[in-house]
């Protein structure tokens, strides 16, 4: 079974710029998680979909918002781009079934954005 | 809120040693998920083990193993016969139960060097 893919894989923006990154999640996984990860804060949580619905969000300002297609696919949008958002953004997919053992969630490689 | 604290940024042990890695974490939850997550260089996140807050039993796989003590919070990982392929930033995340839908809070994470 092929594991989440994210694409592209490298991007260079400058700022305010808007970005699309992409996510496809392992397939039969239904739920989808973004999280942003840079040098000084980390792996933080951006949001994560479910049946094309948001069901929660970290703390992020309004720029960052993202969508759940039909087929579980997900992308996330970074609307006027700042310095402060080149980062390495992993997207996490799981099975969410009711009483499945605790939705482990699988990561694909990232999206690794650079914003001059 | 919960957060998660790694207390060492770097180890570095020989090739077969044993070696631990340090995480506590805070929450007022009651019910929740514990992860140790390896992410090599190649950047591929990979789940080491997970350990749910209501066993007592000490999660184990393989080469790896952990010592969770609910009362203090602590959460330690320990890689037995270390090998040149377990260098990697570790990362020690949380999960309240219920899902994916609040996202896994994550330490700063422990950069491993297994020299050899």
């Known amino acids: 079974k092929a594991g989440v893919t994210q694409t592209p894989r490298y991007l260079i923006k400058t700022r305010g710029q808007q970005v699309t990154l992409s996510c496809s999640p392992i397939s039969g996984h239904r739920s989808v998680s973004w999280y942003q990860q840079t040098p000084g804060q980390g792996l933080q949580f951006l949001f994560e979909?479910?049946?094309?619905?948001?069901?929660n969000k970290g703390n992020f300002p309004g720029r960052f918002s993202g969508r759940q297609f039909s087929n579980s696919r997900s992308e996330m949008n970074v609307s006027t781009l700042e310095l402060g958002d080149s980062a390495l953004y992993l997207c996490a997919s799981s099975l969410e079934l009711a009483g499945a053992y605790p939705n482990e969630q699988f990561f694909g490689p990232g999206t690794r954005l650079t914003v001059l | 809120a919960q957060t998660v604290t790694q207390s060492q940024p770097e180890m570095s042990v020989q090739e077969a040693e044993t070696v631990t890695l340090s995480c506590t974490y805070d929450t007022s939850e009651n019910n929740y998920y514990l992860f140790w997550y390896k992410q090599p260089p190649s950047r591929q996140m990979i789940l080491v083990i997970r350990?749910?807050?209501?066993?007592?039993q000490n999660a184990t796989e393989n080469r790896f193993s952990v010592n969770f003590q609910k009362a203090a919070k602590s959460f330690s990982l320990k890689i037995s016969d270390s090998q040149l392929g377990d260098t990697a930033m570790y990362f020690c995340a949380f999960m309240k139960t219920g899902g994916g839908a609040d996202g896994l809070t994550f330490g700063k994470g422990t950069h491993l060097i297994i020299q050899p």
């Open positions: 979909y479910f049946s094309e619905t948001q069901r």
């Open positions: 350990q749910e807050a209501y066993k007592q």
